[in-house]
């Protein structure tokens, strides 16, 4: 597997991340404590949500990438 430079999945995890933490920084700040709670947990919620779903997608992509490699592999096999 070729190492990327840029890593597309990553540069999403780690955009989603700092929009959600500014987020709930922002409702606190804009609504107040108790009015922020709940829209807070469920921007948690979000994020969490988001990350798994990019882990998962991560998890996809390398099992592909392995896949790929060993089909490679074994057709060099078979070549004489």
């Known amino acids: 597997m070729a190492n990327q430079s840029f890593d597309t999945l990553r540069a999403l995890a780690i955009a989603s991340q700092a929009l959600g933490f500014i987020l709930i920084i922002t409702l606190e700040t804009v609504m107040g404590g108790d009015a922020a709670r709940p829209w807070q947990g469920l921007t948690l919620g979000a994020m969490v949500l988001f990350a798994l779903g990019l882990a998962l997608a991560r998890h996809y ?16 096999d078979d070549e004489p």
Not at 68 to 75: A, G, N, P, Q, Y
Request: glycine share 0%.
């Open 61 to 76: 992509r390398r099992n592909k990438a392995r896949k790929r490699m060993e089909r490679r592999l074994v057709d060099n």
